[in-house]
């Protein structure tokens, strides 16, 4: 065996023992401890190798531009799915947007600045309790004025993360073409469109 496929061996033994651990009774539990013991002595914990797979792993993440440009792609075709009263695809796209936003901020969730340490977690819940939320709002209550109105105000926030970031030319805007020209935003279109 391998470097690689033991550590993929234990992987696979540790999450059995541990899902195995969450849906046994308390009677089923002390057996655990002598299915851990059985395993034959080579594949004893490998510590080098469970090292060296994190740092691959963690080069694999992409990085919180990355996921940020995401957010922008999703929010700009929130606009326009607004814009034409589209409202599930708003809702889709606005969705989109907050699962990716809080995505970028689980890639670095405490950023370095000359003010000190900045909680992008905390700014970022406090935008999506109030304006995100909000936005979603006016998206479930099919209005276009409050849409428009909360999605001016939403940019404000992120703008406002920007600047505390130290990145005050990341300076959103409404956005002008739509970044998603092969879906169609029309509500009444029938398939085949
Ligand atoms: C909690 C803080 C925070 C919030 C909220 C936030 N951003 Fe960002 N955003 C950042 C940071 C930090 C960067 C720079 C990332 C980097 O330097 O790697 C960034 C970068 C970006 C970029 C540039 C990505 C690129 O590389 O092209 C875009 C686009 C963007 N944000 C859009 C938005 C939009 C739209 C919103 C609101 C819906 C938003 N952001 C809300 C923190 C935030």
Known sequence: MNQNSRFQSLLILACGVALGGMAMTGAYRSVLPTAVAAAPPDKGLDLTALQTEVSRLKGLVPDQSHAMADVGYHFANVWFAGQRQNWPLAKFYLDETRSHL??????????????????????????????????????????????????????EGCYSCHQAAEKPYLRPQVPLVPPQPIMNTDPDAKWPN
């Open 102 to 155: 809080k995505w970028a901020v689980r890639i670095i969730p405490v950023r370095k600045t000359k003010a000190g340490d900045l909680d992008l977690g905390g700014i970022l819940e406090g935008i999506d309790n109030s304006l995100l939320s909000e936005l979603g709002a006016s998206i479930e209550a099919k209005d276009g004025a409050r849409f428009e109105a909360g999605y001016r105000k939403t940019l």
